[in-house]
């Protein structure tokens, strides 16, 4: 029997270069989601807060590999979680005569077609790939 040889070199600097880019193509998978949500016209609106200055995206932990989309204010739990409010999904008149604009596809529990089992989660995992493979010349 013939004794098998083999000899490994890393190249540390090339694996910083695909951890660079792997976090360069999170945090622009991220900015695509933040947008293809917004267009997906899914966000309970109102004034637009909601999926405006209310929506913002979180790279606090970038280096370690995690981004969040972010909803805030007390309202924002609220509506996600009681998919059962009648959304308002057209042009409407408020009580004191102010015209507004509601989505057309609101709903509670708007992400849940982008997580995991969702009918558009392949759109994130498609959008990284993507990202990654530009980002490392792949």
């Not at 590999?65 to 924002?76: C, D, N």
């Not at 409010?85 to 596809?105: A, L, M, S, T």
């Amino acid at each position: 029997m013939r004794a098998v040889r083999s000899r490994v070199k890393i190249y540390k600097g090339n694996i910083k270069n695909l951890e660079k880019a792997a976090k360069t193509a999170l945090a622009k998978t991220t900015e695509e989601l933040h947008k293809e949500i917004v267009q997906a016209q899914v966000v309970p609106r109102d004034q637009g807060a909601l999926e405006g200055e209310k929506f913002s995206e979180n790279y606090e932990e970038l280096e370690r590999g995690k981004t969040e989309l972010v909803f805030e204010g007390p309202y924002a739990r609220r509506l996600y979680y009681h998919p059962e409010y009648n959304f308002n999904r057209g042009v409407y008149i408020d009580d004191k005569g102010v015209k507004h604009e509601g989505n057309p596809h609101a709903k509670g529990k708007w992400l849940e077609d982008w997580a995991k089992g969702g009918s558009k989660e392949n759109n994130v995992i498609e959008s990284f790939k993507k990202n990654y493979r530009r980002e490392t010349g792949l």
